[in-house]
T-cell receptor, first 112, second 114 residues
């Protein structure tokens, strides 16, 4: 089955700087890669996603890149703000069974 | 609001108790999921229901018993739990069969087993 590895587990960046979180996956059939943000006391919420037919996608300060050959994808947050502090999860899914397999999460701290 | 509602938000139960977690989705989705989130193993997929049929059981102990009476409701029945079962239990729903499995999560039930 699919296995998703996520690094780092904790990340601290100065406000205004960029943050990068990286994930790898094992199942070459995976074709959908969502990223979720989980704030304290809430369930994970989708912030951006990418399909395997696209190499990069951007939404304001958030971007995701995908390298299918290397089976890795990354989340980039630019001009970080205090409200970006949260736990971020990457995930992978194939069209076969619609299961979403999550990475272990990255706790992002934005330092003032 | 994500369209997925879980109750209760918090639950404390003894190891001999029987309780149930409830999840309801108002999104018209056809698939529902239970995830367990703990400090040691975040976001473990427990059960998947697709069109009310259970399609996945990831070696979950029998003290957890899911029930999906219709595509909008999902329950997790709990009995004789162990302290290590204390965790945040998250319900999610999605539209299966589209190849884009965007999942919408509820806010979770924080379970403490004493």
């Amino acid at each position: 089955g699919e296995n998703v590895e996520q690094h780092p587990s904790t990340l601290s960046v100065q406000e205004g700087d960029s943050a990068v979180i990286k994930c790898t996956y094992s199942d070459s059939a995976s074709n959908y890669f969502p990223w979720y943000k989980q704030e304290l006391g809430k369930g994970p919420q989708l912030i951006i996603d990418i399909r395997s037919n696209v190499g990069e996608k951007k939404d304001q300060r958030i971007a995701v890149t995908l390298n299918k050959t290397a089976k890795h994808f990354s989340l980039h947050i630019t001009e970080t703000q205090p409200e970006d502090s949260a736990v971020y999860f990457c995930a992978a899914s194939s069209g076969r069974d619609d299961k979403i397999i999550f990475g272990k999460g990255t706790r992002l701290h934005i330092l003032p | 609001e994500t369209g997925v509602t879980q109750t209760p938000r918090h639950l404390v139960m003894g190891m001999t108790n029987k309780k149930s977690l409830k999840c309801e989705q108002h999104l018209g989705h056809n698939a529902m999921y239970w995830y367990k989130q703990s400090a040691k193993k975040p976001l473990e997929l427990m059960f998947v229901y697709n069109f009310k049929e259970q399609t996945e059981n990831n070696s979950v102990p029998s003290r957890f018993s899911p029930e999906c009476p219709n595509s909008s409701h999902l329950f997790l029945h709990l009995h004789t739990l162990q302290p290590e079962d204390s965790a945040l239990y998250l319900c999610a729903s999605s539209q299966a069969g589209t190849g884009v499995a965007e999942a919408f999560f509820g806010q979770g039930t924080r379970l403490t087993v004493v």
